[in-house]
């Protein structure tokens, strides 16, 4: 790993992180070490970062804001690759807005919202990166990102730069095409329309208060733990069956909202994925429903 970490050095990278404990980035607060962690800052930097990572053989993978990841207690062997201030940008031409990949999906929202742009307001309470949300197809009521996406520019894992465009991805419910490929999101085009700023500030306030009356947002979370089965709701199936409040270790099936697990006092991943598999058990065993994780379990248990 030395030979690794001094390459990094040389391509002038200087967020060079051994041993880096993922509970620093993820919302949980939850997460074993990684061997490396790497912020490269701009754009040529990382494409640096991905060739280096190739040639030594070293595991890698991207990270945006970890407000979707279950990282578990053992950490992650190889590297964890997190993208810097230099992707952390956004700017607006007439009604499309281009954003880095490391650019907060809140404040996208609010700044497209400021704009009298419409189309993003459905984002303003999904605390991930512009490059998570695409990648994940993030959504909230009623919307979600391939309704407005134009294209992306991916980087590869030989180190080359492409523009997909937005019909190449395969969005679906919570799916992207991304999610079968290594490739790293660099920056996302969004096509949006005129609005009405008021109308726009007043669909956020709504979404934001309903946000706070129903989601626990004091606690460190993953936002939902399950993806909703079709024509149904998650929360719903788990709150019928009694399990708000059911506590493992440090972590509990929030009495707010029953598809959230909060990490109420040093939860483990383990106490995470302890209470995920009774929730599946009961599910299952009171409704033949099977739930299936929507947050993304990496790394050694
Ligand atoms: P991460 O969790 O860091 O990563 C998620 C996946 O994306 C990983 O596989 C990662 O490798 C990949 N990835 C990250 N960056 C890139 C990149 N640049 N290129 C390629 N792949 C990348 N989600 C919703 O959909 N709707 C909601 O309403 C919602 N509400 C939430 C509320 C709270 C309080 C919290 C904590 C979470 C909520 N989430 C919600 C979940 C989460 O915010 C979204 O899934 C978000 O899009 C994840 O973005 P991230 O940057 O945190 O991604």
């Not at 990094?8 to 949980?28: F, K, Q, V, Y």
């Not at 309903?210 to 939902?224: D, E, F, I, K, V």
Request: hydrophobic letters at 45%.
């Amino acid at each position: 790993m030395q030979e690794v970490v001094s390459e990094l050095r040389s391509a002038g990278i200087r967020r060079i992180l051994l041993d880096e404990p993922m509970s620093n980035h993820t919302t949980w607060k939850i997460g074993g070490p990684a061997d490396l962690f790497v912020v490269p800052e701009t754009k040529q930097q990382l494409a640096d970062t991905i060739n280096i990572l190739h040639r030594h053989r070293v595991p890698w993978m991207k990270i945006g804001r970890g407000s979707n990841m279950l990282v578990l207690d053992k950490g992650i062997r190889g590297a964890v690759v997190k993208l810097g201030g230099g992707l952390d940008y956004a700017s607006i031409a007439d009604s499309t807005v281009t954003a880095g990949a490391a650019y907060g999906l809140i404040k996208l929202s609010v700044v497209a919202g400021k704009a009298g742009l419409t189309g993003l307001e459905f984002a303003g309470g999904i605390p991930g990166s512009v490059g998570g949300a695409v990648y994940m197809n993030a959504g909230a009521h009623g919307s979600d990102i391939s309704r407005i996406l134009a294209s992306v520019e991916v980087l590869d894992e030989t180190g080359k730069f492409a523009r997909w465009s937005a019909s190449d991805l395969c969005f679906a419910y919570r799916h992207s095409k991304l999610q079968q490929t290594s490739v790293v999101v660099t920056e996302a085009v969004f096509q949006l329309a005129y609005g009405d700023r008021k109308e726009i500030a007043a669909a956020m306030a709504a979404h934001k208060n309903r946000r706070l009356q129903t989601q626990p947002l004091q606690s460190a979370c993953a936002g939902s733990v399950f993806r909703n089965p079709e024509n149904q709701h998650a929360a719903k199936l788990i709150e019928q069956a009694g399990l708000k409040g059911t506590r493992v270790g440090g972590a509990e099936i929030s009495p707010l909202h029953a598809n959230f697990i909060v990490n109420v006092a040093n939860a483990t991943a383990n106490d995470v994925l302890t209470l995920i598999e009774l929730i599946q058990n009961k599910i299952f065993a009171l409704y033949k429903v099977r739930l299936i994780p929507e947050v993304l379990v990496v790394g050694e248990r």
